[in-house]
Structures are given as structure tokens and as C-alpha cells.
């Protein structure tokens, strides 16, 4: 590889690492031990590649294709990028996978005995972006959740060795909630795409239509509809959060981030009175932080 590129793909993968500080929550904080960090932001690499190449948001000059194999006439075909990705994860745990950010990730799933299948589930969520649009029930809604959210949870769990079936069940509560409120702040975003991720049952029972939605600013249908959806989002992070109290030390703190970044998301949507149309509303730091010392308050307590 020449030098130029070589730059290219070190600068495509320090970009979609970087996207980290974009979250709701933090990924790999500094006070958790360097191996932990190192093993959660190689996951958080793979789940952003997966998301960016779904959202086709990869980096422009085309080295994710190049390294997952893709010829530049496929380099925007995202189902063949993502049918890539699933065949070079699959030299993570067997071979020598191409593309470096499934490279870093082969230690961390050596070290932590992890096996394929959350990983094929994030790719396979992305893959049904690609052919599902809209989205009938909360039902429906839930079982593409346990796709594209409860299975990186899952992942956290089986990094710090904390999988115990009532925590994934909590576990994937959070991340449920976590990927609704993403949802949320991304509305106009996701129409854009042309994807909603707002039941289609609930749209009815608020009366909103999707001209509703492509408006710039929030009508009271589209404001009562979104408190409804943060309101189901702020319940299972509650129903979640025993979680928190049943880890300890560094990694209690971990997970009441994570908790933590949900609720003052949810506050930051409340505070805008629900109008997500005219910008996603983004958690500051100060609340984040409340948040996750109540959170911490409520695991001591219970812990």
C-alpha cells in the first residue's frame, strides 16, 4: 500500500472512531482500566462502520470499499458493502480480516472469547434499513431494537464478563431506550433518508401524517406524538437501570452513563417541548451529569 493511501486509511478510521464524542452517551471513558477502553472502542469501530455504511455516511475516497473488497462500481451499493463486511468479519475469528478496523477488533474478540453472532445481528439490522422503510407496530419496532441496539449492550456485558441472563434482560431494556431516543432526535434526518422509525399505529392515534413530519418546525399532533414515544423511552430505561446496581466499581459508572445519556437526552427533547423537527435536541454536560449521579444515587441504594 502506498503511503498516500495508507494516510487515507488511517485518516478514514480515526474518522469513524471519532464519532464517539457524538454519542449520547460516553463510549470508553478515561477512568475505566486502558484494556476496557481499548476493547469497547474497537466494538464501537465496527458498529460505527456498520451504521455508517447502512446510512451511507463512509468517509469519502472510498478505502472502506477497497478494504472490504468492493470494486468502485459497488462502492454505493450498500447491501454489497454490507454483504462485504459480513464475510471479512468472519475472517475476525478465523483468518486475517482486510479492513483495519476489523483488524483492531480481532484481540478483543480473542481476548474476550466473543462470538459472531451480535455482530452478524448489527449487520443484519442495517441490511433491513436497506428494504424496510416504515414500521407497522411498536412490536415491529422493538424486534429491529434487538437488532441494531440490545446486541451492542450485549457485547459490553461479555467484555467485562457480567452476562448473567437477568442482566442482558435489563441490558437490553436500556438499549432499547437508548436507540428510541436516537430515533427521536433523528426524525427529520431519517425522513430525509426516506425512513421512519415512528410506528405507523402510533402516527395514526396522534393524527400525524408524514407532511407533518417534513415541516421545519414541530406542529402540537407532532409534539404530543414524540412526548408519547419519550415517555415509553424514559420507562424502560428506568426498568433497566437495576442493572447499574447489580455491576460495581469502575463499571457501575460505566453503565450509568450509558443510562444517564438516555435521560438527559430525553430532557434535552423536553426542554425543546418535544420539537424535533427544527433541530435534534442534544443533552448538555451539566445534565448529563445530574443524571448520572441520580443514577449512581438509585444503585447505591438498591446495590
Known sequence: ??????????????????????????????FLPRAWRDDLM?????????????????????????????????????????????ADLHRVFDATPQHPLLRALQPTVRRRGLTPGPFVGLIAANRQDQLVRRYETYDDLLAYCELSANTV??????ISGTDTPERIR????????????????????????????LPAE?????????????????????????????????EL???????????????????????????????????ARYDVLSGPPKATKPSLMRQAGAVLLRARREG
Open 170 to 197: 435489563r441490558s437490553d431494556e436500556i438499549c432499547t431506550a437508548l436507540q428510541i431516543v436516537e430515533h427521536l432526535q433523528d426524525v427529520a434526518e431519517d425522513l430525509a433518508r426516506d425512513r421512519i422509525y
Open 237 to 271: 430505561l428506568h426498568a433497566g437501570a437495576p442493572l447499574v446496581a447489580s455491576v460495581h466499581g469502575r463499571f457501575r459508572v460505566l453503565l450509568a452513563g450509558f443510562t444517564a445519556g438516555g435521560l438527559a437526552a430525553l430532557d434535552a427533547i423536553a426542554d
Open 153 to 158: 449492550g450485549r457485547l459490553v456485558l461479555a
Open 42 to 86: 474497537a466494538v464501537y469501530g465496527f458498529a460505527r462502520l456498520v451504521d455508517d455504511i447502512g446510512d451511507g455516511d463512509l468517509a469519502p475516497g472510498g478505502a472502506d470499499a477497497r478494504h472490504l473488497g468492493v470494486g468502485p462500481e459497488a462502492e454505493d451499493d450498500r447491501v454489497a458493502l454490507l454483504d462485504a463486511l459480513e
Open 1 to 30: 500500500m502506498t503511503e498516500t493511501r495508507q494516510a487515507r486509511t488511517d485518516a478514514a478510521s480515526r474518522a469513524t472512531l471519532g464519532k464517539a464524542a457524538d454519542e449520547n452517551f460516553p463510549v470508553a471513558p478515561f
Open 202 to 234: 402510533d402516527l395514526k392515534r396522534f393524527h400525524v401524517t408524514e407532511r407533518d413530519l417534513a415541516a421545519p418546525t414541530a406542529g402540537a399532533s407532532v409534539r404530543a406524538l414524540i412526548a408519547f414515544e419519550a415517555e415509553r423511552a424514559r
